[in-house]
């Protein structure tokens, strides 16, 4: 009787158990967790800690800890990660291990992909002294224990557009059949399962620094339910976070966090169970941690003005040069006009060479690099949109990019071409007899 009770409860643990993969509802904090493609994918090395406590009112129901650390090598195109779980189901406990890698590819400007792998080991263990039995000195049961270790691997692809994240992972890649008692032929597989994950960042409102950053996640694999998340996180000014997810026929997801200095992010996620089992299993409780507390890659090192080894040397030391002397003229003919408080450069040359990484749109964005046919320039804002107003009743198309220290420069118009440049600007200098030409690289 005792041997046909050890049968019942290894078949329908070995093969009812769907959770083998550790499930989480914040992995979208740390997107690594589910595909190694998001390793080292952002600028600093970022450490976190997630630990979940599923189906409270369930005993023996699932809890799983993960700790995770990944990062950038200096470049930026190599990620490494550093992966350790700990998961337990009832008389299911399984321990690993893995280390992570990911490459940075260039498709065009502005669009990347990052391949991804993680290898490592896992120990799948059947505990029986966690057994629900009636007779707790049964030497049997305390003396079955099973553990099974073998090599896992993990392989996904992501990729990045301004702020799209989007990746495909294959996880547990190679199945394996854990054999577990040779006498009953119990055993514990594994199966392989496919991830989708998709997230971007709306920016709800730029002046009071709340976004929104919808998260789409999908699970499949063979005799495995099918698992369909989406969630809708809010953030202010990336300091408060606040958010709102439902997993298909599952549960819902409520989440809230804060973050300091922004480095220390603590975060609380309760997912509320629906569908059949609404009541029974009682609620999920998860809290992350994470920290980031360096960047991956180094600060640009300041260039060598001494150093001749190289034609390539030279030329950008001659380009600094000459950007050097346009921001010093640019510099007295501000300080010519400071006094009227209304112009804030009288620039003569037709040409002035700057870096676009310095200036801004009114919308907090780079300009394209290319060139600028600058008609005027302010210290002041005010004065800028009304010069703004009295071109565009001229007829003019004008617009507007800024300068930290410059102020704001009103062009007529942006073109790629020098040569299209150079006709426009004789075309404008009836109506501004100062107009130049900006090129921003």
């Known amino acids: 009787m005792k041997k046909i009770f050890i049968y019942i409860v290894l078949f329908c643990s070995t093969v009812a158990v769907a959770q083998q993969i550790p499930l989480y509802s914040q992995y979208w904090t740390n997107p690594m967790l589910i595909n190694p493609g998001f390793t080292g994918s ?24 993960v700790l995770s650390l990944d990062g950038a090598t200096n470049d930026e195109k190599v990620g490494l990660g550093l992966i350790l779980s700990d998961d337990k189901a009832g008389i299911f406990a399984k321990r ?16 990347y992909l990052r391949p991804g792998i993680n290898i490592g080991l896992q120990d799948v263990m059947v505990d029986f002294s966690r057994s629900n039995i009636q007779d707790k000195n049964d030497p ?38 854990y054999r577990l008692d040779t006498d009953t032929g119990s055993y514990y597989k594994s199966n392989s399962k496919v991830n989708i994950y998709a997230t971007y960042l709306v ?31 809010f953030d202010y000014n990336e300091l408060i976070y606040a958010g709102l997810g439902y997993r298909f026929n599952s549960a819902m997801c409520f989440n809230l966090g804060i973050k300091w200095n922004k480095s220390l992010r603590v975060s609380y996620n309760y997912d509320m169970v629906v569908g059949k089992l609404n009541g029974y299993t009682g609620g999920s409780h998860e809290i992350a941690l994470g920290y980031s507390f360096g960047k991956s890659s180094k600060e640009e090192e300041p260039k060598d003005l001494l150093s001749n080894n190289s034609q390539a040397t030279n030329d950008s030391l001659k380009t600094e040069i000459s950007n050097l002397k346009k921001d010093i003229n640019i510099l007295k003919a501000e300080m010519e006009v400071q006094k009227s408080g209304n ?3 009288t620039v003569k040359e037709d040409l002035v060479i700057q870096y676009a990484k310095d200036y801004k749109t009114l919308d907090g964005i780079v300009p394209e690099a290319g060139f600028y046919i600058i008609m005027a320039q302010f210290h002041g804002l005010p004065e800028a949109e009304a010069d703004v107003k009295e071109l565009v009743y001229s007829k003019f198309d004008a617009k ?42």
């Open 343 to 345: 112009i804030a450069s």
């Open 203 to 233: 920016p709800i409102s730029k002046e009071a620094k709340v976004n929104f950053n919808p998260v789409i996640a999908m699970n499949m694999g063979p005799r495995t339910p099918f698992q369909f998340d989406v969630m809708a996180n």
């Open 140 to 177: 049997y049961l305390f003396n079955s224990n099973r553990r099974k270790s073998s090599f896992d691997a993990n392989f996904g692809v992501a990729y990045f557009w301004k702020d799209l994240k989007a990746g495909v992972s294959v996880l547990q890649l190679v199945p394996h059949k």
């Open 96 to 111: 690993s291990i893995y280390t992570s890698y990911s490459y940075k590819i260039k498709l065009a400007e502005g669009h």
């Open 42 to 65: 952002t600028d600093n090395i970022e450490a976190n800690v997630i630990h979940r406590n599923q189906w409270k009112n369930i005993p023996s129901a699932p809890v799983t800890s």
């Open 400 to 441: 507007m990019i800024s300068h930290p220290s410059k102020g704001y420069y009103i062009y007529e118009k942006f073109l790629t071409d020098k040569k299209a440049a150079e006709d426009e600007l004789k075309a404008v200098r009836w109506k501004r007899l100062d107009s130049y030409i900006l090129e921003l690289k």
